[in-house]
């Protein structure tokens, strides 16, 4: 491979190409929250049953992004991000189209579906496009930039499209997204030669580790209606963790594993993605309990919500694209993480202090702007010490083990927080306390949690985690 500006110049435009498929997915998973109103009117949805708009979609991207992971190593990532693209693209014309909640329903299914093939390798992907050092750091950030903003460019735009058009635009607008995306991909991204099945053809393992992951996040965001204290949610995480078990056994015995165990050795992959869990359930839990009391107590409207996390998003592009390549190159990934997740903390902090009559320059925009400073830190940062040590071989497997594990902390953040702040508003108001007084101290109580949450996250990252540096030829590897 020779050096010079047309390679490197075509391997950036691939990177965009990646990213605005990338965009496209992760807009989807808040753009739809800002609809389900609209949704419920026309399709005539019971409370119950709008929620599966969500959890079909969470339960099918979760559960397959592990195993769309290491199919990407087997059969060529290019190859399993055009079909993610292309099943994505076809499922949000038929969510755009849907005519009953049931249509819709198996609609966003396939869509979690294909949203798991396309992202389960995008990180993968960018790793080994980009192995030299400054260039890589500048790559990832450039992701993370897609992988962090995304959810709040996603309110906004959801606010825009539902009041200006209708909510099946929020699904028809992926469309012409994911044709270009798909055949700018074909000319763009370099082709990568798999593996083979064989080398990774276990069944089981496969069937073992999605009935583990899609039956766990489906117990997690259900947690919420059944309490976590109940027989449903105890009885079918029991048998989520005994699958997951029973997965970790096959791959201990297995010729040729899914996922071999070896991977967990690193210290910083084990660590990294038990701080991405921890900071993922405190940041999402935060934005949608913090969407609510701007809704519910403040009063803004979808589109002011939008514009409200928006500063958010500009703090993100301006560290995660701008800076963090050269923070990280100065600092190391380690050292920038630990101080993101500080002002990650800070921000939330100032969330736990809103008050029933806050003002958006008093009290909102005092507690995003540090949690998109913090986010736009941490999560370049995290993602080199997530991809630490994967070989080439594995890339797909460890980018597909960080987008999972993005998920399942999302998902229980979201249940753990509405479930806590639920059931403290609900006492508060039943021992006589005003709506919008109780609505705040629930909203204050998961606040806190989440400052916990990000706490424990800045635990790890000081005592678990390393500092990294990155290879020109292997990609990131640990530095002892």
């Not at 009041?163 to 990568?192: K, T």
């Not at 949690?449 to 990131?476: C, E, K, M, N, W």
């Amino acid at each position: 491979m020779t050096s010079g500006g047309p390679k490197t110049d075509s391997r950036w435009l691939a990177l965009i190409v990646l990213c605005a498929g990338m965009l496209m997915i992760v807009l989807d998973q808040t753009i739809v929250n800002v609809a389900l109103p609209a949704i419920e009117e026309d399709l005539k949805f019971g409370q119950a049953g709008l929620a599966w708009v969500v959890n079909a979609y969470l339960i099918a991207y979760g559960g397959l992004l592990l195993l769309a992971g290491r199919l990407g190593d087997l059969i060529g990532h290019k190859k399993v991000f055009l079909i993610g693209l292309g099943v994505f693209t076809v499922a949000s014309l038929l969510c755009g189209l849907s005519l009953s909640a049931e249509m819709l329903i198996v609609s966003r299914f396939v869509q979690g579906a294909g949203g798991a093939l396309a992202t389960s390798v995008t990180l993968g992907m960018v790793v080994t496009m980009f192995p030299e050092p400054d260039e890589q750091r500048r790559a990832i950030g450039v992701f993370s930039f897609v992988a962090a903003a995304g959810a709040s460019l996603g309110l906004l735009l959801g606010g825009v499209l539902t009041d200006a058009m209708s909510w099946h635009w929020i699904f028809f607008v992926n469309i012409p997204i994911g044709i270009v995306a798909a055949v700018a991909a074909v000319r763009l991204v370099p082709d990568s030669v798999g593996l083979g099945l064989r080398e990774g053809a276990d069944v089981l393992g496969a069937l073992l580790i999605v009935a583990a992951v899609m039956l766990g996040v489906y117990t997690i965001v259900k947690a919420e209606h059944y309490g976590f204290g109940s027989v449903h949610t105890l009885g079918l995480g029991a048998v989520a963790v005994a699958l997951l078990v029973g997965f970790v056994l096959r791959q201990r015995t297995a010729a040729k594993p899914l996922l071999p165990l070896r991977v967990f050795k690193s210290r910083n992959v084990t660590g990294a993605n038990l701080v991405q869990i921890s900071m993922v359930a405190g940041m999402f839990g935060l934005f949608f309990l913090g969407t609510l009391y701007m809704q519910l107590v403040l009063q803004y409207t979808p589109l002011q919500i939008g514009l409200a996390f928006m500063p958010v998003a500009g703090a993100i592009a301006v560290f995660s694209v701008s800076l963090s390549a050269r923070l990280n190159s100065r600092f190391g990934e380690r050292n920038m993480l630990i101080v993101g997740l500080l002002f990650m903390l800070v921000g939330m902090v100032v969330f736990t202090q809103v008050p029933v009559d806050g003002s958006y320059l008093a009290h909102i925009l005092p507690a995003v702007a540090p949690l998109g400073i913090g986010l736009g830190l941490s999560f370049p940062a995290l993602m080199t010490l997530a991809m630490s040590g994967a070989s080439h071989d594995e890339a797909g497997l460890a980018s597909g083990l960080v987008n999972t594990t993005a998920q399942v902390g999302g998902a229980l953040g979201l249940a753990v927080l509405a479930t806590t702040s639920t059931s403290y508003t609900s006492s508060l108001l039943a021992s006589g306390v005003g709506r919008l007084e109780a609505l705040t101290s629930g909203f204050h109580l998961a606040f806190w949690i989440s400052a916990v949450l990000v706490a424990v996250a800045l635990g790890l990252a000081v005592f678990v985690l390393r500092q990294v540096t990155v290879s020109r030829d292997s990609g990131p590897v640990l530095v002892h």
